[in-house]
């Protein structure tokens, strides 16, 4: 008993892709504000590994809210209630005592659940593959300050690149689409020179393979970017709109 | 009595990797097509070496056991990336980078490798700007440069504090466009269980597949770990949770020597523990040493707040101690004195085991200098101040916001507190010049090998070294044994050797399920890492190292007893990842104190309390000691020492001095 924060927790359970799920309740009790939400779960693992219950699997991996592998929907919110924090970096110290949790795992028919919270992202590594890159083999490249770039453009491609591929947009929107992940990073390579050559050419497969992917469409109501823990600002959807409208018209 | 050759090209220093490059084998790109690579890790080392390999034309197979490449734990790395190349016209130089690395790893790399690494790390930044990587820039449009530990000069090239996620973002999106075309097989969720040798070589893996729980069967012409550190084997380290040994020490146990083990990089400055609970640790960016300044009290377990303590009683002690490098001296040396501080009492924080880490200086001074920009006479303290912050969190706010969201403390008001935790390890596999394991066709790439930081890394050589290693040392060093490897046709997994290393795998995951003791893993994995953190951590003695070796023994022992694991062989599982992980960092840990054990010396990251300078620096021993340390296993708790004698012909070898 570290703390002194006694918790009822309402935990999606699921056994597989195959198998229909079901939230089951669990109590747990002394848990220190101090504790990170996950290290919270952890708790409740090693009591339930005792109890010879199968404990809950969950994604995670870096616990300092950078590699994007946490995903918990807590709440109603993805990553819970903070703003701008992974669940790996939401602490305790933002519930009270005698809360009741309720956990969920991302709900999207592009995101399938594997097992209880954890589900199935590679549908983001396929819109990558599509086109999310600036064709250069190893050994290609001029000295680096032979391309100078404006400060605020550098700065603007950067706040885009911050994406940590989470998938919080795609839970957070009501038609699961992947508008927010995608564009942050048709943004950041149309912002740079070096992502000029192929820029028309990436928007239109990024794009496509969203849509084969089965994300959904958007209709502009901002979840996503109140959502992201990284803070991707909705506009980079507006010029993936300008993007990818620009390139179809251009097209032959 | 060695069996090692690290195949050091001949001639000078300067010339030898251009000579080697010139006069490498070559495989045809008709042959490339038939070889066949697997890679294991998809961090920077591994994601840059399969792009690269796959755009040379080889067919490529890549494994991780996170659901995406893009996870990798390279992500985290926050402050920068260090490179020759003299943007800020300080006097850098290739030779300078090579030196600053030899010495600042205490004197204990090889030379060779080094200046390589130096030469090659312009090419870095030029292929990362060339891919997107929105590095920092000056107004002017050109890149930005700060400064790092153990080094006089701004060589460290970075994205705020998130180089290491947009250079693991650049790596990925090449990686990423050879899935695409279908050069590289991607397999994410699957975990390298160990390695297949025929006929002496590598020659392919066995994985599980972590959602289905089956063994898979990989052949490969080579292997190439690039699977990251085992700073995990501490419990609680800067390394992601999944961060892990495994597949170099099922590397090492089939023939693969591990060299210096012992060699661990305690980082300065994280966040303090804050109770048992704790599953990780979090760094707080070397870059923060730039601005702020390290200090305890004057005064022994002075209980008032920081901020109540006036100037004149406050020790800042590294300053003190260090004034050519002040707050800038390497790693170990910042974290040992901080050790030494808070041991005799002046630590601060309710654990008292922390130092402050202050930004109140660096906010006035840039206050000051933006007030000037904005032309502003007579600013008042409060709109110094206010400007100053805006500055501050312009350089290091995500840091700044982190902090504030694990300790629930506002750091623009109160200093930080922090202390070392185990961040990296210099050791690894064994490899030559090649890159190549003792296992001919066995690579080992990035954190995973020993070979370029010595005892001690300097800051933002980390993301130089696997980038280095990927980009454009294995796509050249490769070709020199796959050269004679054209005539060798795919080997069928269902070959004897196949067939037994799966066996012996799934015969270690039944006993595994099959012990249906009482305690999870993490309780054994918490009681190694606290052996592990008192006897062979910031500071080692003989006779810890004795008493470290019998509790892990005690542990190993118990663990094969008593672990409990949940769940089914044939389906996701994480405690059985967990369990078959920690059943390897049990075995590494002995050989870390039988290493440490042997070093009879201090140097970098190995401090040996019995030999110390009169002022408490690291003693090197260099008439003995001047050597490799790499093992061969041969047989539990067993294992032999070769010694790859360190030769320096470019450098004057000297006590480490940063006075």
């Not at chain 1, 942050?184 to 849509?211: H, I, N, T, Y």
């Not at chain 2, 597949?209 to 089956?214: A, E, F, I, M």
Request: with cysteine.
């Amino acid at each position: 008993m570290e703390g002194n924060l006694n918790l009822t927790l309402k935990i999606w359970r699921q056994k597989n892709a195959n198998e229909a799920g079901k939230f089951e309740t669990y109590q747990v009790s002394g848990i220190s504000e101090d504790m990170s939400f996950l290290e919270m779960i952890d708790v409740l693992n090693n009591r339930l590994i005792e109890e010879g219950d199968d404990p809950v699997a969950f994604d995670h991996d870096c616990r300092e809210g950078i590699c994007g592998m946490c995903s918990m929907y807590i709440n109603g919110s993805p990553h819970g209630p903070n703003k701008g924090v992974t669940t790996c970096q939401l602490h305790m110290r933002s519930f009270s005592n005698g809360e009741t949790i309720t956990i969920e795992p991302w709900r999207a028919g592009a995101f399938p659940v594997i097992k209880d919270l954890v589900v199935n992202r590679s549908s983001f590594d396929r819109i990558i593959a599509a086109g999310g890159f600036v064709s250069v083999n190893t050994g290609n490249a001029q000295d680096a300050n032979n391309i100078p770039i404006p400060k605020e453009d550098a700065d603007e491609a950067f706040a885009a690149a911050a994406c940590i591929g989470c998938g919080a947009c795609v839970a957070a929107c009501k038609n699961a689409s992947a508008m927010l992940f995608t564009s942050a990073k048709v943004s950041q390579l149309a912002l740079l020179p070096q992502g000029q050559v192929e820029r028309a050419k990436r928007a239109q497969a990024m794009v496509a393979q969203m849509d084969e992917e089965g994300f959904g469409a958007c209709t502009n109501t901002g979840a996503c970017e109140a959502e992201c823990p990284k803070g991707i600002s909705i506009e980079n959807i507006a010029r993936m709109n300008r993007e990818y409208f620009s390139a179809v018209f251009a097209a032959k | 009595m060695t069996k090692i050759d690290a195949k050091i090209p001949e001639g000078n220093l300067a010339e030898k990797w251009t000579k080697y490059r010139s006069s490498v084998p070559l495989v045809n790109p008709a042959n490339k097509r038939n070889l066949e690579v697997v890679v294991v890790g998809s961090g920077l080392a591994g994601a840059s070496a399969a792009a690269s390999l796959a755009e040379l034309g080889y067919k490529v197979k890549v494994f991780c056991f996170q659901d995406s490449p893009r996870r990798a734990h390279s992500i985290a790395a926050q402050g920068g990336i260090n490179a020759a190349k003299n943007y800020q016209n300080d006097g850098d130089s290739t030779y300078r980078l090579f030196y600053d690395t030899i010495k600042g790893g205490d004197y204990r790399a090889r030379e060779a490798n080094v200046h390589r690494l130096a030469e090659v790390s312009g090419n870095i930044i030029d292929q990362c700007v060339a891919q997107g990587v929105p590095f920092a820039r000056e107004y002017g449009g050109l890149l930005s440069n700060r400064s790092f530990g153990g080094t006089q000069v701004q060589r460290t090239f970075y994205a705020a504090g998130q180089t290491g996620q947009q250079l693991l973002l650049g790596a990925y999106s090449g990686l990423q466009r050879q899935v695409g075309m279908g050069t590289v097989e991607m397999y994410t969720r699957h975990e390298m269980l160990d390695v297949v040798i025929i006929d002496g070589k590598a020659r392919g893996i066995i994985a599980r597949d972590l959602v289905t729980g089956k063994l898979e069967r990989h052949f490969g012409h080579a292997v190439l770990l690039c699977t990251g550190g085992y700073g995990n084997v501490f419990y609680l380290s800067t390394n992601a949770m999944g961060s892990n040994v495994t597949a170099a020490w099922k590397a090492h146990k089939k023939g693969a020597f591990f060299a210096n083990p012992c060699y661990t990089q305690i980082h300065p400055t994280c966040i303090p523990v804050s109770g048992d609970h704790q599953s990780k640790l979090t760094l707080m960016s070397e870059s923060l040493r730039n601005d702020g300044r390290i200090w305890v009290p004057k005064k022994q377990n002075d209980p008032r707040k920081a901020n109540d303590i006036p100037e004149d009683e406050r020790d800042y002690y590294l300053e003190r101690r260090y004034p050519a490098f002040g707050n800038l001296v390497p790693r170990d040396i910042a974290s040992r004195a901080a050790k030494e501080r808070c041991d005799a009492g002046y630590g601060v924080g309710t654990s008292k085991m922390a130092v402050y880490l202050d930004y109140a200086a660096a906010i006035v001074r840039y206050g000051k200098a933006e007030a000037n920009k904005r032309n502003i006479h007579n600013p008042s303290d409060e709109e110094i101040n206010v400007m100053g912050k805006e500055v501050v969190a312009e350089k290091y706010g995500n840091l700044f916001d982190m902090y504030k969201q694990i300790t629930g403390e506002d750091p623009y008001e109160v200093p930080m507190r922090i202390y070392p935790a185990v961040h990296y390890t210099m050791g690894g596999l064994w490899v030559d010049y090649n890159l190549m394991t003792t296992v001919p066709g066995l690579y080992a790439l990035g954190e995973a090998n020993f070979s370029d930081h010595g005892a001690n890394r300097l800051g933002a050589s980390a993301l130089m070294q696997g980038l280095a290693d990927g980009y454009f040392v294995i796509p050249y060093t490769i070709g020199n044994y796959l050269a004679s490897e054209i005539r060798t046709p795919a080997i069928s997994t269902d070959s004897e050797a196949f067939v037994a290393a799966e066996k012996a795998v799934s015969d270690q995951l039944n006993q595994l399920m099959n012990i249906k003791g009482s305690k999870p893993v993490d309780y054994f994995h918490k009681k190694l890492g606290k052996i592990m953190w008192d006897k062979c951590g910031m500071a080692r003695n003989e006779a810890g190292l004795k008493e470290a070796i019998q509790e892990i023994q005690a542990l190993r022992k118990e663990f094969w007893q008593d672990v409990r694991i949940p769940g089914e062989l044939d389906n996701l599982n994480p405690e059985l990842e967990k369990a078959a992980r920690v059943a390897d960092f049990l075995e590494l840990g002995e050989l870390m104190c039988k290493d440490a054990l042997n070093r009879n010396e201090s140097c970098g990251g190995h401090f040996r309390e019995e030999f110390q300078t009169e002022e408490g620096e690291a003693l090197r021993d260099d008439e003995n000691y001047a050597y490799v340390a790499a093992w061969e296993f041969k047989g539990e708790s067993e294992f032999e020492l070769h010694k790859e004698e360190l030769k320096y012909e470019n450098i004057k070898i000297a006590q480490r001095s940063y006075k």
